[in-house]
């Protein structure tokens, strides 16, 4: 019989099947043989094709009597590529002593194979009686998130499988584990600029038309917007040039074209589309034109019955009342806060995407125990 108590070494098994983004196969069927004995039925599929998929994502549901509550939790196993430099194996999931305490290295280990690692912890601490507790998971978080989350959620629409409360495991806490969750994430829209304009030799403009002076215009305009101050739960709204690019490797040539990209993070004082229009406008009014792609739209779950619960769990563990927060980027969250309110909880953010990514073993165990109070708390409410 599995010890699941063992949170390390439900990790340790995730860790060790590699699962670059987009993840398929084996880290699925870690994760399968780890659910499907506590009573999980589990359904995979796979979607998408080339170049943003095949994607395979898994929804695991084990129900609990009529009428009882429906608890989720959501999380990915795709990992960002590990990269170079790591002082052992990215996928070994190597134990190490520390000064602090014994650590769990390997890609994933923070974000976020640690966390679900905890879920089935916790699932397992859980009574099937006390309700119906759920796993969204996707292979497809750390990519475009084109195939993952969004097609689980039409999944579940078709099933009828539509949880009350989620929680999503992504490394929320900064300093310590239970210092942040975060009840909403701001909105993402990315725009490429492109100017036109007529190709020639320098010593003679009047035969050619610059697109670098209208780009240089046009960008200026954008760089001097003031988007707001924010708001009660949000932080000003940002906007960023993240690219310029030209390609002229002709010293005495004006280009033919200009083409620059920025990102925006905004609160919910705006909308992607709303935005979109704005930049639209201003490229037009330069002789560009503009192509946005919305990542996602702000959104918060207002404190209350869910957060509170999280921050009773998380205190009787650590001592520590969580800030709610909507700093950093976007999650999944983003997807799942249309089927029911949805909060984020998880471990220390301080080594994820490096390399010797790393997570404290007392965590690890420390998060499951806070995950299955989330739940009891959740099914009882």
């Known amino acids: 019989m599995r010890d699941y108590s063992d949170v390390p070494a439900l990790a340790e098994e995730l860790i060790a099947a590699p699962s670059v983004t987009p993840a398929t196969g084996l880290v699925f069927d870690v994760l399968e043989g780890q659910l499907a004995p506590l009573g999980f039925a589990v359904h995979r599929f796979v979607a998408g094709e080339a170049p943003d998929g095949p994607v395979e994502n898994l929804f695991a549901i084990r129900k609990g009597p009529e009428g009882t509550p429906h608890f989720a939790f ?62 969204i998971i996707t292979g497809d978080e750390e990519g475009p998130a084109i195939h993952g989350t969004r097609a689980l959620i039409g999944l579940m629409r078709e099933r009828g499988e539509i949880p009350d409360l989620c929680l999503v495991g992504e490394p929320t806490s900064v300093n310590r584990l239970g210092d942040m969750m975060k009840i909403g994430r701001r909105g993402s829209v990315n725009i490429w600029l492109e100017v036109e304009g007529r190709e020639g030799h320098v010593a003679y403009p009047h035969l050619a038309d610059n697109p670098l002076s209208k780009l240089v215009a046009m960008l200026s305009d954008l760089n001097a ?39 925006i993070r905004f609160n919910d004082r705006h909308s992607g589309a709303s935005l979109a229009k704005m930049v639209t406008d201003i490229a037009a009014r330069h002789g560009g034109t503009a192509r946005p792609v919305i990542s996602g739209e702000a959104f918060v779950t207002q404190p209350g019955e869910f957060s509170t619960m999280i921050a009773a769990a998380v205190e009787a563990e650590t001592g520590l009342v969580p800030e709610a927060s909507t700093t950093g980027g976007t999650s999944d969250a983003r997807f799942l806060k249309d089927l029911c309110p949805v909060i984020e909880f998880g471990l220390t953010n301080a080594t994820m995407h490096k390399r010797d990514e790393a997570v404290a073993v007392d965590d690890l165990a420390a998060l499951a125990r806070i995950y299955a109070r989330i739940a009891r708390a959740a099914l009882t409410r």
Request: aromatic share 6%; no cysteine.
């Open 74 to 135: 959501a999380g990915h196993l795709d990992v960002v590529p590990p990269g170079e430099g790591w002082t052992a194996a990215s996928f070994a999931a190597e134990r190490r002593q520390a000064p602090g305490g014994e650590l769990l290295y390997g890609r994933g280990a923070v974000d976020m194979k640690g966390a679900i690692a905890a879920m089935v912890s916790a699932a397992a601490q859980v009574p099937q009686e006390a309700g119906t507790i759920s796993f």
């Open 225 to 263: 917007l003031h988007l707001d101050d924010g708001t009660d739960w949000f932080q000003p709204s940002n906007l960023e040039i993240t690219d310029v690019e030209v390609g002229n490797p002709a010293t005495n040539v004006i280009p033919a074209r200009a083409k620059a990209r920025l990102s």
